[in-house]
C-alpha cells in the first residue's frame, strides 16, 4: 500500500494519461471512502461481525489493488480505488485492535510499538521499491 501514494500518480499519468485535475480526484474518492469507513461505518459493522471476519473481508477487498491496473478509464480507476480503500479502512484499525485484544497488558504497549514500527519501515521502503519498479516500467513501456 505504501507504494500507491508515491508511484500511482506516475502510472496515471504514464499509462492512462490522467492529468492532474484526475489524479486528484481520485485520491479524493479514495480519502473520502476510507475516512468513511473509519469514521463510523466499521464501528456499527463492528458490532455484528467478529474481527476475524473483518480482517478476511478487508484482505479480500484489498483485491482493489490488483484491479486498478484494468481500469482502463477514470471510472474503473475510481471504482478499484474505491474498493481498496474499504479493504485498508477495514483492515488496519481492525488488524491494531486484534494485536491489542490478543495481548497481555504487559506486552501490549511492545507488541503495538513493534508493528507500528513495521509498518513505518514498509512506509520507507515500500515506495522505494515502488518507485524502482516503476522506472523499471517506463523505461519498458517506452522501449
Known amino acids: 500500500m505504501a507504494n500507491i501514494y508515491g508511484t500511482f500518480a506516475i502510472l496515471a499519468y504514464k499509462v492512462y494519461g490522467f492529468e492532474d485535475r484526475q489524479i ?46 484494468y481500469g482502463v478509464n477514470f471510472l474503473g480507476v475510481a471504482i478499484f480505488g474505491g474498493v481498496l480503500a474499504i479493504g485498508t479502512g477495514i483492515l488496519q484499525p481492525t488488524i491494531l485492535g486484534l494485536v491489542s485484544k490478543e495481548t497481555t497488558e504487559d506486552s501490549q504497549g511492545r507488541i503495538l510499538g513493534v508493528n507500528q514500527s513495521l509498518a513505518a519501515l514498509a512506509r520507507v521502503l515500500g515506495p522505494l521499491w515502488g518507485g524502482l519498479r516503476m522506472i523499471i516500467l517506463v523505461i519498458n513501456f517506452h522501449f
Request: no cysteine.
Open 24 to 69: 486528484g480526484y481520485l485520491f479524493g474518492i479514495i480519502g473520502l471512502v476510507g475516512a468513511i469507513v473509519q469514521g463510523g461505518l466499521l464501528r456499527q459493522v463492528s458490532k455484528y461481525v467478529s474481527d476475524e471476519k473483518l480482517v478476511i473481508a478487508g484482505i479480500f477487498l484489498m483485491i482493489g489493488l490488483t484491479g486498478l491496473p
